[in-house]
């Protein structure tokens, strides 16, 4: 009994066609698309299609063109802002130079110079220099030294400075080459009569 039931499962067959409807099938599937169909033959909507992609064309026409304009505005606005800045800045360079005292900056030249000679007359120019400065403030005094107590006593600071500057300056009056004088002496020198200016607003 047995192999007659092996042998009656093996000949049945695993699908039976008998109970698939195609036509059923594809009428729902055609029931199923037809509505897509009929809004891809609407004539409404082809237009409504067409209205929408001039819409969203004229949009992004509308971005570009503001991002252009505003990218133009930005450009000139740093163009405008980096003319202003080196404008500026010329004319602080500008004033900066007028309100340089000139003799000073010959000074300047000279002690940076090559020449030990010329380290010598930065040293005489500064001095007098500092002379000319403490007569326009009224300070008393015949020479430099009178001038410089006068100073002292009116209460202007860096006058120790001056006076070691002044001495330095005598020696190269007095003694002239046979006074030893290095360009990191001068420039020493220089500074000490740099001080005094400073206090006294002539640089």
Request: net charge negative; with cysteine; aromatic share 8%.
């Amino acid at each position: 009994m047995q192999p007659n039931v092996i042998q009656t499962v093996t000949q049945k067959p695993l699908f039976d066609p008998t109970y698939l409807n195609i036509e059923y099938f594809f009428d729902k599937l055609a029931n199923g698309i037809a509505p897509v169909i009929d809004l891809i033959k609407n004539p409404n909507t082809w237009s409504t299609l067409g209205i929408l992609s001039v819409l969203i064309s004229m949009l992004c026409i509308f971005i570009i063109i503001f991002s252009l304009v505003r990218l133009i505005e930005i450009q000139i606005f740093d163009a405008k802002e980096i003319d202003h800045e080196i404008n500026h800045a010329l004319a602080k360079d500008k004033e900066t130079d007028k309100s340089q005292n000139p003799r000073w900056k010959y000074i300047l030249t000279l002690v940076e110079s090559p020449n030990d000679s010329d380290w010598r007359v930065a040293i005489i120019e500064a001095d007098s220099l500092l002379e000319e400065s403490f007569k326009e403030k009224d300070l008393i005094g015949n020479n430099m030294s009178e001038l410089l107590e006068d100073a002292k006593s009116n209460g202007y600071p860096s006058i120790e400075s001056a006076w070691d500057a002044h001495l330095v300056r005598n020696k190269i009056a007095h003694e002239g080459q046979e006074f030893s004088l290095t360009q990191v002496e001068a420039r020493r020198v220089i500074k000490l009569y740099q001080n005094i200016f400073e206090d006294l607003n002539i640089i």
